[in-house]
């Protein structure tokens, strides 16, 4: 029999890397896949966007900042997306540094754009029946499917799987995220720092995102702060975070001039845990899982844990 003949029918919930190289994987091999993501489009914690402010563009990446590449697959994967225009060396952040062009989200934006994402779905619960599984979101319900795949942050993993997968919540719980404020800022003028600042309490990282490939527009800083500081300032408000990070980078580099565009944006999941299990895949019921957080908090983990888990479902 071909092997087309034998695929199944997956449903995702999570359009992030790891969610989009699983889908892709099963659709080469001829599943039927559809994704569900609760973002407006595609980015997560690949998220970029282009401000206006004061008559100048400022282009930032307030998720990830960059990628590794180093496992063969992947590299050859980052070097066909250099190859289709959506990627980029960043020789500054090492030989094996890469960006997205013109910024972060373009790699999740191609990556979906061949594939079948309902955006602005939420899904709220998971059940499996006679028939396979089915997802309720606050429309309705979809399916049946034959396999479900959580491509999310281990919490929210661990939120839908709660009365379905003790083992899998189990594993989700003890690989938690931090969290991480990230503040934008846009200046009308240059000045003199190097593009990228080594971490100090409480920036992790601060980086002039316009010096980076493929980037327009004008002088735009992108900070993360540490996780501990995130952690204690997690329910603080965003004017109080961007006044805190802005000082921290003024101490660092000397007066700066006012921005004309500031704002924070927090992401109560963003560094990932290390559970080192590749993917999750329960064969008896088609349930499986996959994420940076079953490897590790990079890119790259997200994309390999996709793959692995595709694997394991085919398998």
């Known amino acids: 029999m071909k092997e087309r003949d034998m695929a199944g029918s997956a449903a995702i919930v999570g359009a992030g890397i790891a969610g989009l190289a699983c889908a892709s994987r099963l659709t080469e091999a001829g599943w039927r896949v559809t994704l569900?993501?609760?973002?407006?489009?595609?980015?997560?914690?690949?998220?970029?966007?282009?401000?206006t402010a004061q008559g100048a563009c400022f282009a930032f990446d307030y998720g990830a900042q960059y990628l590794t590449a180093r496992d063969p697959a992947f590299v050859a994967q980052v070097r066909d997306w250099e190859r289709q225009g959506v990627a980029a060396p960043?020789?500054?952040?090492?030989?094996?540094?890469?960006?997205?062009?013109?910024?972060?989200?373009?790699?999740?934006?191609?990556m979906a754009a061949a594939l079948d994402v309902r955006w602005s779905t939420h899904i709220r619960a998971l059940r499996r029946d006679a028939d396979g599984w089915r997802l309720d979101h606050d429309e309705m319900a979809e399916g049946p499917f034959d396999v479900a795949v959580l491509a999310l942050p281990a919490e929210q993993t661990a939120g839908l799987a709660a009365p379905i997968d003790p083992a899998?919540?189990?594993?989700?719980?003890?690989?938690?995220?931090?969290?991480c404020w990230t503040v934008l800022l846009g200046f009308d003028a240059g000045f003199s720092a190097p593009d990228i600042l080594s971490a100090a309490d409480p920036?992790?990282?601060?980086?002039?995102?316009?010096?980076?490939p493929g980037r327009k527009g004008g002088e735009a800083w992108t900070i993360h702060a540490t996780a501990d500081w995130s952690r204690r300032h997690v329910e603080s408000d965003r004017t109080s975070v961007t006044a805190s990070l802005l000082r921290a980078l003024e101490e660092r580099v000397g007066t700066l001039p006012v921005p004309v565009h500031a704002t924070a944006h927090r992401w109560r999941y963003a560094r990932s845990g290390k559970a080192g299990v590749g993917a999750y895949h329960q064969a008896d019921t088609g349930l499986a899982a996959c994420g940076d957080w079953m490897i590790a908090p990079r890119v790259e983990s997200a994309w390999l844990s996709g793959r692995q888990a595709a694997d394991l479902v085919m398998a």
């Open 36 to 51: 569900f993501d609760k973002g407006r489009g595609p980015g997560g914690r690949m998220a970029s966007k282009v401000v």
């Open 168 to 179: 899998l919540v189990e594993l989700a719980r003890a690989h938690p995220s931090d969290p």
């Open 203 to 212: 920036i992790d990282w601060a980086a002039r995102n316009s010096a980076k």
């Open 90 to 110: 960043w020789p500054a952040m090492g030989d094996d540094a890469w960006v997205g062009v013109p910024g972060m989200n373009a790699l999740v934006t191609h």
